[in-house]
């Protein structure tokens, strides 16, 4: 079996690829950077370099390809957010028409269901109804809830400052899950001959939690009880995107999609079940991230837990 998957150097794509070279599988590892997946050629897989908006180089990619993993690509600190991923998204679909792709497993988004001011979600709205158009072609569209890994770059300040700032509403509770986790639901169904049409699978985490539970965690991972939760203003919400380099639009696009987390607009819509409960809480996420992101040292039963990723 050969399996091509996009991103791979990424947060989900390179835990995919690496899962599935373990399977013994064929891997076409796409991406732009041939420093950043060096690894993955070391272990096996094939790279493809090009530009997610080149469909000639997608198309080469996924040629022979039994079953891609595809997703929409972009950079928090380049302007045309939402230029860029219709080309993106332009180019994926015509890439599988054109390579004859006959199963694809899509990283799409809680919320792309939705219509309206979804801030970075938007896009996703418009690529689901792409592929859908596509024929012959079996699709998993998978729409994971907030990752635990964002919270990560956040760390070194909430930490030195005592203080974790968002303008997410504290009384909104959100489904979050680990990124592990989405990578082993997209090898699963790339590995999976039996499924068949067009197929959405939420993955909404181990349970709902709110910004000031999400503080209380970190708060206890660092034995720092002085951490609280701030909401603030979406306007000082964007004035910290943008002096942290996030691009004009995108910081824009940000706000709007927390805007959206407050008014309910974004919500799960298939409900807690075995196929949507994904089991990795944020305490287990919590030491990868504190060692990723801070010099936090790791207490004595902490040993062990902090993976490559």
């Known amino acids: 079996m050969k399996i091509a998957v996009m991103g791979a150097s990424g947060r989900t794509g390179s835990l995919i690829a690496q899962g599935l070279l373990q399977a013994d599988i064929e891997v076409v590892a796409l991406g732009r950077d041939a420093r950043r997946l060096a690894v993955l050629q070391c272990q096996g897989a094939q790279v493809a ?5 080149d469909a000639t180089y997608l198309a080469h990619a996924f040629e022979g390809a039994d079953a891609v993993y595809t997703l929409l690509p972009y950079d928090l600190g380049q302007p045309g957010y939402l230029a860029s991923q219709e080309r993106q998204s332009t180019a994926i679909t015509r890439a599988i028409a054109m390579a004859g792709v006959g199963r694809v497993v899509q990283l799409s988004s809680l919320g792309a269901d939705q219509t309206g001011a979804t801030g ?17 072609v079996d699709l998993l569209l998978l729409r994971p809830s907030h990752f635990f890994e964002n919270f990560g770059p956040v760390l070194p300040t909430v930490l030195a400052s005592g203080v974790h700032a968002d303008a997410v509403d504290p009384a909104v509770k959100l489904p979050m899950l680990s990124t592990h986790d989405i990578a082993d639901a997209a ?33 206890a991972q660092a034995s720092r009880p002085d951490l609280r939760y701030q909401q603030i203003s979406p306007a000082e919400l964007l004035a910290r995107l943008r002096e942290a380099g ?28 075995a196929a949507t409960t994904t089991p990795t809480t944020l305490q287990d996420a919590l030491p990868d991230l504190f ?19």
Request: with cysteine.
């Open 49 to 53: 370099l090009g530009n997610a908006d």
């Open 120 to 136: 970075m979600i938007r896009s996703l709205h418009t690529h689901e109804a792409r592929l859908g158009g596509l024929e012959d």
């Open 187 to 219: 090898i699963a169904a790339l590995l999976e001959p039996h499924w068949h049409g067009r197929l959405i699978r939420e993955l909404l985490g181990p349970c709902d939690l709110d910004f000031v539970e999400v503080t209380a965690l970190i708060a």
């Open 246 to 273: 996030f691009a004009t639009d995108v910081a824009a696009l940000c706000v709007e999609l927390v805007e959206a987390f407050n008014s309910g607009l974004i919500h799960a819509s298939q409900g807690r079940s």
């Open 291 to 309: 060692a990723m992101y801070t010099e936090w040292p790791q207490r004595s039963d902490q040993a062990g837990t902090v993976s490559p990723s």
